[in-house]
């Protein structure tokens, strides 16, 4: 990766194979859900359960589709713009320096982590 776009739109393709991966089993245990685990009680107190006479966890009664949240998009987005800035703007790092820091969990490279955390740009505040 040479350039933030091809790392952007690697990040981009991994993200759109993690929630393929994660929706599939989500929507089945929907499905499964109000038969194997059904809730009776809150069942009573839900408007569209009584209306319907359907359990709570009925796909058909629910508003929307299932949803992931696999991690924090702030966070996602912080680290993005980090790297967009340290690797691909300033040049301070490499990609190699980059991924040997992530594999190694950081360990002696604590310099280069606090250079992530305290000076690439943060969400909503740059």
Do not use: C, H
Not at 64 to 82: M, R, Y
Not at 103 to 117: I, P, S, T
């Amino acid at each position: 990766l040479t350039t933030y776009e091809q790392f952007f739109d690697a990040w981009v393709t991994q993200m759109k194979t993690i929630f393929t991966i994660l929706v599939r089993p989500v929507n089945r245990a929907r499905i499964l859900a109000p038969k194997l685990t059904p809730r009776p009680f809150l069942s009573a107190i839900s408007e569209r359960s009584v209306e319907s006479g359907l359990d709570v966890l009925e796909p058909s009664i629910s508003r929307g589709n299932a949803w992931i949240t696999a991690f924090t998009w702030v966070e996602n987005a912080d680290s993005l713009a980090a790297v967009k800035k340290l690797l691909f703007e300033e040049k301070k790092y490499t990609m190699a320096e980059l991924k040997e820091a992530l594999a190694n969990n950081w360990e002696g490279m604590e310099e280069m982590r606090l250079d992530f955390v305290r000076n690439g740009p943060k969400w909503g505040n740059d």
